[in-house]
């Protein structure tokens, strides 16, 4: 599909509402043919707006946004691609890798080797379509469920 225009720019606080609403909604719409209820339910557990601050004070959240609406972000550090998320209307519009690209060039600053994903079992063909491959399959601990995830790698420069 053709990409959408967006601007990306660093998160603000005033995103966190947006950021939670975003994250909440493609959790529960683009992962539910993956993942059972009670995952997704122990996933989201007791998340709020104000766990995104530290992360936006950090300047490590990015956001996609066309006509002043936020429609996803990303978050990245060097050497690692932590999160990429488009709200469930725009999903296969270019955004996402609209944000991939901005997470791979942050992730590259200061970092030489692969780029790792800890890829949700739904994104994991997104990420592969665009590089990245499988290095094995794993769990990650979100409240008090075990979360199967695929993680992956980058090496292209």
């Known amino acids: 599909m053709q990409p959408t225009s967006v601007a990306i720019r660093h998160a603000r606080p005033g995103d966190a509402s947006r950021l939670h609403e975003v994250h909440t909604a493609a959790v529960r719409t683009l992962c539910a043919d993956y993942y059972p209820a009670e995952i997704l339910d122990g ?3 007791n998340r709020s707006a104000d766990g995104y601050l530290p992360p936006i004070e950090r300047g490590a959240i990015f956001v996609a946004e066309r006509d002043s609406t936020v ?3 990303g978050e990245a550090a060097p050497g690692v691609v932590v999160a ?26 200061s ?16 990420y592969a379509r665009r590089g990245f ?12 469920v ?5 993680v992956m790698e980058h090496n292209a420069v």
Request: aromatic fraction near 8%.
């Open 71 to 73: 429609l996803g972000f």
């Open 84 to 109: 990429v998320y488009v709200h469930p209307s725009v999903a296969h519009q270019g955004i996402g890798s609209a944000l991939l690209r901005y997470a791979l060039e942050r992730a590259r600053q």
């Open 111 to 126: 970092h030489s080797g692969p780029i790792t994903v800890e890829s949700t079992l739904n994104a994991s063909a997104f």
């Open 133 to 144: 491959r499988e290095v094995k399959r794993s769990t990650v601990k979100r409240n008090r």
């Open 146 to 150: 075990e979360v199967p995830i695929v």
């Open 43 to 45: 996933w989201l557990l």
